[in-house]
């Protein structure tokens, strides 16, 4: 087994310090979190921010031998992204040995059972803590400094018991950056109006909030170190996702979770996530605390976020998630009188009310969900709510969980070891036995980036060197082959197979329905456009392991001749158009089928003239990008232009518009980040091409956010007067694309000529919160070329259009709609019949330009490869001269 080095411990500015303490005498103590931030953790209207706990990790690193920090790598905008390890001075000097044991544990087909009972007897329970994600989650990085220095200078019995059982690896922040910009904010605030006030800005670059929806994606850096350390390096029996939530009801959230779980998890995972949940709670209660719940809010059914994806994984994963105070600043909430009769309670839980903005000195109204219960037995009953109780709730859960993980260290390991041997078991008897990829797909990039993500959170791959068939039909060599029996192989099987989502009606069958948490559907293969093939009877195939990441096949260029051929299907096609447009190269699309060295290309050829030889070359290699050189003959074609593009963006941040911003980066597309000044200051057309406009409402683009507690810089929208400049924007030949429910902005303000067919019908009638549907394309329309006649759909409560009566200035197009046929590939849906026939993208021609409305999530948090040609293909055809 491969022996990783240790990684290389970080040291920032101690040089000084440790010249202060001669070699042979003790070491300098540990100085306290309150001797080193200056103030006590938690303490009223104080913060420390990133830069100085990654210092203090460092200090704790250097001066203690059961603490080893390490840095993992740098956070998107560059800050040290860290875990610190610890456990006893013998365990931190042998930390090789121990990830050894761990991988010994994760794979049952080289380790035999007398050699998993021996690693359970003697090795140590592996706990991954992360914190901090979201980011004015702020409660967590304060307490990481107390907890640190607890464990790292106690001499108690406890202590002792905790470090000799357990390896706690702790990630302070998940998300350094925006944990500094929210200490850096609310110090700008303190003491005037806006100490409340929201952030300008998303707490992560590109993703705010959604950075914990990322973990099958795993687009951002902060994702891709978590799932390393997760499922490469360490292979932790348990995993705890530090949180908080609203501020008006329960005070803390541990497991058990609430329905569904999802059947594809070892119950047993269950079983301990229970235990340890309770763990928590018995903590907190021996503490004497109030307002700890559980069973209700978070459910077992949804893959994405960093304390679910661990289950498939055999992992014992757990979330709490605390009250929050106003970051520093307390909340003062009405006490209920508990005399009163109670009300009966809501089947969704503790759960926030609209979160809307008020005025902080207002106190908040009493809770009203008192009712004391089998998983709320001592339910909050309102008060003030400090920061320094939020460090208290979150310190007390992490040493209830440390106990409970100390106290079944040899459980835990027993069972992961068991768990992963089932799930070899159970595959190996089958069905499924495996998912195939078939080779000679329409992108072999999307296929090998969908490999890459099943590698990289611990799938194996291997590939078939010769043609075999499985289930009666013929594959090719070349097709990737993911079997199932192997230790990951539940997470395989849910990753790649259809969602059933449960339709939960509790606590009878006439009760309103039971939202999910989040999406419903994350079939990988339907989310990036690649066939992913289920195979139900054992199969011979001469396989080989594919090596770490996978890789697409080189591109080159064949062929000569003075046109250059790019295959629109691909969708690094993209990024090599946009180089090849800055070079001012000629890059047209036939607007015909053409026939080139005998085979005939569908309309939509990307034709590029003019070009530099070793710029073709040189992308070719990079994007790996099939290119054919040839002569063409003059074709009707559309000639591209540059676009220049604007991606509107209101003040607070919009995770869509920022899944937006990255995914146009990705793609090499330069953008102008507008603003609403941008938009309020008209003559948009000289300026921009193409604006977008991402999923949100229409209030918040046109009044954007008017509380009292905004900075004046950053209220307000565009107003009336911005509705008018993109009037005229469009007018005098501008595209302006809407993504999802921006539809209806487009249709409320700027007249775009358009109806949504599940308009004011109820949940009961239509309701599909996150699921994969079938639509088909028009791809002879530019918006539709390069695309498949059929693809899947992400659809999160959007909406199915059709034009209205239409007027004689305006022309329409539907580029996309959903068929007269069974359209839920994945996921949800009820009253699928409502959307039949209905428009998904649609064009609307307005004077000389155009609306381009794609109203489902055509680029749904960079996950939806399948339908990213939608996307790029109008802000092209926006941008060029026909
Ligand atoms: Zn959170």
């Given at each position: ?44 209207r104080?913060?420390a ?62 380790t ?45 019995p ?31 605030n ?17 993703i ?7 973990n ?7 994702t ?46 269950w ?14 209660h ?42 520093g ?19 969704g ?68 070891y ?57 594959y ?15 997470w ?16 009878s069958?006439a ?70 447009l ?10 015909q ?42 074709v ?73 507690n ?5 209220a ?88 209205t ?49 794609q ?28």
């Open positions: 087994m491969p022996r990783r080095a240790r990684l290389p411990a970080i040291a920032l500015g101690l040089a000084c310090l440790l010249h202060a303490s001669p070699g042979a005498q003790a070491p300098p103590a540990i100085p306290t979190p309150e001797q080193f931030f200056g103030f006590k953790m938690g303490a009223e104080k913060l921010g990133w830069d100085r706990i990654a210092e203090y990790f460092a200090l704790v690193d250097t001066l203690s031998d059961r603490v080893a920090v390490q840095e993992l790598g740098k956070t998107t905008m560059g800050r040290p992204y860290i875990l610190a390890i610890v456990s006893t001075p013998d365990t931190i000097a042998s930390l090789d040995r121990h990830r050894a044991m761990q991988k010994a544990l994760a794979d049952p087909r080289t035999t059972d007398e050699q998993a009972a021996r690693i359970a007897r003697e090795g140590k329970a592996v706990l991954l803590i992360g914190t901090n994600v979201h980011s004015t989650e702020i409660g967590n990085s304060q307490m990481v400094n107390d907890l640190i220095h607890r464990l790292a200078t106690e001499q108690s406890w202590v002792d018991h905790v470090l000799k059982n357990v390896i706690l690896l702790l990630i302070p922040s998940q998300n350094p950056d925006g944990q500094q910009m929210v200490v850096d904010w609310y110090a700008k303190l003491g005037t109006p806006y100490e409340d006030s929201p952030l300008p800005e998303l707490y992560h670059k590109y705010g909030h959604d950075n914990n929806r990322d099958y994606m795993l687009t951002q850096a902060e891709r170190h978590l799932t390393r350390v997760t499922y490469k390096e360490w292979l932790p029996e348990v995993y705890l996702d530090k949180h908080q939530m609203g501020s008006s009801r329960a005070r803390i959230f541990v497991p058990p979770f609430k329905n569904p779980p999802n059947p594809n998890i070892d119950p047993l995972v079983s301990e996530v229970n235990l340890l949940g309770q763990a928590m709670a018995t903590r907190l021996e503490a004497g605390k109030a307002g700890v719940v559980w069973g209700e809010q978070y459910t077992g059914f949804w893959e994405g976020a960093n304390s679910t994806n661990p289950w498939w994984h055999n992992m014992v994963a757990l979330l709490t998630e605390v009250a929050s105070s106003r970051l600043t307390p909340i003062v909430q009405e006490v209920a009188d508990p005399a009163r009769p109670p009300r009966p309670v809501q089947a839980g503790p759960g926030e009310g609209p979160a809307g903005p008020r005025d902080p000195s207002a106190p908040l109204p009493a809770p009203t969900d008192i009712q004391y219960r089998m998983n709320y037995p001592r339910p909050w009953l309102g008060g003030t709510w400090r920061l320094a109780d939020v460090v208290e709730y979150q310190m007390l859960s992490t040493l209830g969980l440390l106990e409970g993980v100390a106290n079944n260290r040899e459980l835990l390991k027993r069972n992961f068991l768990m992963n041997r089932r799930t070899v078991e159970l595959f190996a008897k089958g069905p499924p036995y495996a998912f195939v990829v078939p080779a000679g797909q329409r992108d072999p990039v999307a296929v090998a980036k969908l490999v890459e993500l099943m590698q990289a959170e611990g799938a194996e791959v291997e590939r078939a060197g010769t043609a075999f068939t499985a289930d009666g039909r013929p090719a060599a070349g097709a990737y082959v993911l079997r199932l029996a192997q230790p990951f192989g539940r395989i099987k849910d990753m790649l197979e259809p969602q059933q989502y449960p339709d939960i009606r509790w606590p069958t009760s309103p329905i039971d939202r999910p948490y989040d999406v419903t559907a994350w079939s990988l293969g339907m989310l990036m456009g690649v066939e992913t093939v289920e195979v139900k009877a054992p199969f011979d195939a001469a396989l080989a392991p594919v090596a770490e990441p996978a890789v697409a096949p080189e591109g080159r260029v064949a062929g000569s001749g003075p046109v250059y051929i790019l295959d629109h299907a691909m969708i690094s096609s993209t990024a090599a158009t946009n180089r090849l800055k070079e001012g190269a000629e890059v047209s699309w036939a607007t089928p053409i026939t080139v060295g005998g085979r005939e290309r569908p309309p939509g050829a990307i034709l590029v003239r003019n070009a530099k030889a070793a710029t073709v070359a040189q992308l070719a290699r990079d994007l790996r990008l099939p290119v054919e050189a040839a002569a063409v003959p003059p009707p074609a559309l000639r591209l232009r540059a676009p220049r593009l604007a991606l509107y963006e209101p003040w607070g941040g919009n995770m869509d518009a920022g899944w937006t911003r990255w995914l146009l980066e990705q793609h090499e597309f330069p953008y102008t980040h507008a603003r609403n000044a941008d938009i309020r200051a008209g003559d948009l057309r000289k300026r921009f091409d193409v604006i977008v406009v991402a999923e949100m409402t229409t209030a918040q683009i046109v009044q954007g956010n008017t509380a009292r905004v900075r004046p810089e950053y307000g929208g565009i107003g009336d007067e911005g509705v008018r400049h993109l009037k005229a924007f469009v007018e005098q030949g501008g595209t302006l694309i809407t993504l999802g429910n921006a539809a209806q902005f487009a249709i409320e303000a700027l007249g775009a000529p358009f109806e949504n067919a599940l308009a004011g019908l109820d949940q009961d009638t239509f309701f599909c919160p996150g699921s994969l549907l079938r639509i088909a394309i028009d791809t002879r329309h530019p918006v539709g070329y390069g695309m498949p006649e059929e693809a899947d759909a992400m659809f999160i409560n959007n909406g199915g259009y059709r034009p009566a239409t007027f004689p200035s305006v022309g329409t197009a539907v580029v996309a709609r959903y068929p007269q046929k069974q359209l839920l590939r994945s996921g949800w849906i009820i009253g699928e019949a409502r959307l039949q026939g209905t428009g998904a993208v649609l064009e609307a021609r307005i004077g000389r330009g155009r609306i381009i409305l109203t489902m999530r055509v680029q749904n948090r960079a996950q939806t490869w399948g339908t990213f040609p939608l996307f790029f293909n109008s802000i092209f055809y926006g941008a060029a001269a026909d």
